[in-house]
């Protein structure tokens, strides 16, 4: 789908709805596979690939950013596994 990580997010569910329909119209026609991804499935994979473009590509305008992104997946990750330290810790028996 054309652009559609710049307006697949904008779009209202009420749209999103009339796109599926669309595409089930399509498969009942006989045009699309049952089996193909959906329009979702297809704006959450080229969102991946645009991103994956921007952090492999050196000469981007936005990779420098890129540092930002790992901070804050590694922040993300040590502070659930604070809180699962926290939360499994096991008990001591006081009887």
């Known amino acids: 789908m054309y652009a559609s990580p ?3 997010e ?9 796109i ?20 979702a499935e297809l704006s959450a994979d080229s969102d ?3 991103f994956e473009c921007i952090l492999s590509n ?3 305008v936005l990779n ?3 540092y930002l992104t790992r901070l804050i997946t590694n922040t993300i990750f ?5 809180i699962a330290h926290c939360v499994l810790k096991p008990m001591r028996k006081t009887f």
Do not use: I, M
């Not at 904008?10 to 009339?18: C, L, P, V």
């Not at 599926?20 to 329009?39: I, K, N, Q």
């Open 20 to 39: 599926e329909a669309f595409v089930r119209r399509g498969v009942r026609l006989g045009l699309y596979l049952a089996d193909d991804p959906t329009p």
């Open 10 to 18: 904008f779009a209202t569910a009420a749209d999103k709805q009339r």
């Open 58 to 60: 050196n000469h981007h």
């Open 6 to 8: 710049a307006w697949w």
């Open 48 to 50: 991946d690939n645009l």
């Open 64 to 66: 420098h950013l890129q």
């Open 78 to 82: 040590e502070t659930a596994v604070t």
